[in-house]
Each structure stands twice: as C-alpha cells, then as structure tokens.
C-alpha cells in the first residue's frame, strides 16, 4: 500500500533536548510539507520542499529544522530554540505532476516536551 | 492577506439530519479550494478539490461546491460514522509550484442517533 508513514506515533521529551521526527512515503511525490496543528487553530506550515537537497521556510520555521536527502524521507527536528514544542506535527507530500494539488497527509506525531 | 474562516465552529446532528458547513476565504487569486476530513488524532484525509466556482463534486453522502467567495460541503442523510472535524483549505495562485496551502480551524461534526 503507498502511503506516508510518520514515527512515531508518541514522542515525550525534556526541554532543552533536541528530538527528530520522521516521515517517509513511497507515493513517489516530489513535494513533501511539514505542519503543526494546535487546538483552536488551522494548520500552519513550518518547512516544504519541492525537490530532493532543497527545501524552503515556511510560516513558523524558527526552531525547526529539517533535510531532504531522500525523495521518499523528509524529517524534521525540533531544537532547542522552539518556544512551544508541544503539539501535533503533519508530514504531508504531493505529486508536482498531477493536475490537481492536493497534499496527502501521514497520520501524525504529537510531541509532548516537559 | 490570505484567509479561511468556517462556520459553524461545532455542529451536532441527529442521524437522518441534512445540513451543510460553510468555508468562507478571501485570496488574491484562486487555484484550488480543498476539503479534508480529520478523525480524532488521525491525519486529515483528503476529499475534493474545487478549482472555479460553479464546480461541485460529490462523494457519498457528501457533495462540495463552490462560489467566489466560499465553499459548502453538504451532508445528506448523515450517519454517525461522518464525525470528524472537516477542514477547508484553499491554495492562492500567488504560490506557484510550491502549492502552499492556508487552513481553516475546520467544523467539528458530532452525529449522533
């Protein structure tokens, strides 16, 4: 089945640690986002990138990171430096050559930082 | 600025109980207005895409139009599993390939029997 695949499910960490989240899909997208949702808010877009080794800011990326060594991984780091880190992060990837573009999205890791 | 608001926030319904939910946006300039649903903890899962207004598309029991200045998604003859919260999010022309999308807080749908 193809699809996009987020680990893990549950992530619990210290403040001042740095945690990495992964997501990888075999839809063969070229496109793959990141997202945080908060409750009461929309979802707001951290990184993206279009193509493999490239990769661009979105609207919340301080204290984010990420990489795109892969076309199928695109993971994302939480430093230190983010203020809020609780929250549940969406991967999302899409297919640049399709004529409709929408994003499809992995089912999610919600991060607790303590 | 681009924007997305949804009404009602929460909607309860009775199974049987038809009723629609409204995504209102203002953008520069429209490519594409998507809809999605999302389960408790749970990934949004994508439903339709909507591209000029006038277009509708359906799927089961429920069918997404569009205007130039919202969207409604109606639910005919609801049952309890179509709870979930349904988001809108529409992708301005401004953004290219990158295909940028801005969310709503999505509508909180509670069917009940």
């Known amino acids: 089945d193809g699809g996009i695949t987020q680990s893990p499910k549950y992530l619990f960490r210290k403040e001042g640690q740095n945690v990495t989240l992964s997501c990888e899909q075999n839809l063969n997208h070229d496109a793959m986002y990141w997202y945080r949702q908060d409750p009461g808010q929309g979802l707001r877009l951290i990184y993206y990138?279009?193509?493999?080794?490239?990769?661009q800011k979105g609207d919340i990326a301080e204290g984010y990171s990420v990489s795109r060594e892969k076309k199928e991984s695109f993971p994302l780091t939480v430093t230190s430096a983010q203020k809020n880190p609780t929250a549940f992060y969406l991967c999302?990837?899409?297919?640049?050559?399709?004529?409709?573009?929408?994003?499809?999205f992995g089912p999610g890791t919600r991060l607790t930082v303590t | 600025e681009d924007q997305v608001t949804r009404s009602p926030e929460a909607l309860r319904l009775q199974e049987g109980e038809s009723s629609s939910l409204n995504c209102s946006y203002t953008?520069?300039?429209?490519?594409?207005l998507f809809w999605y649903r999302q389960d408790p903890g749970k990934g949004p899962e994508f439903l339709f895409t909507l591209y000029s207004a006038g277009e509708e598309k359906e799927k089961e029991r429920l069918k997404a139009t569009l205007t130039k200045k919202e969207s409604f998604l109606h639910i005919t003859a609801p049952k309890p599993e179509d709870s979930a919260t349904y988001l809108c999010?529409?992708?301005?022309?401004?953004?290219?390939?990158?295909?940028?999308?801005?969310f709503g807080t999505g509508t909180r749908l509670q069917v009940t029997l």
């Open positions: 999302a990837s899409r297919a640049r050559d399709r004529p409709s573009y929408e994003q499809y």
């Open positions: 953008v520069s300039g429209l490519r594409g």
């Open positions: 999010a529409v992708q301005p022309i401004n953004t290219g390939t990158a295909s940028k999308l801005t």
């Open positions: 990138s279009q193509i493999v080794n490239d990769f």
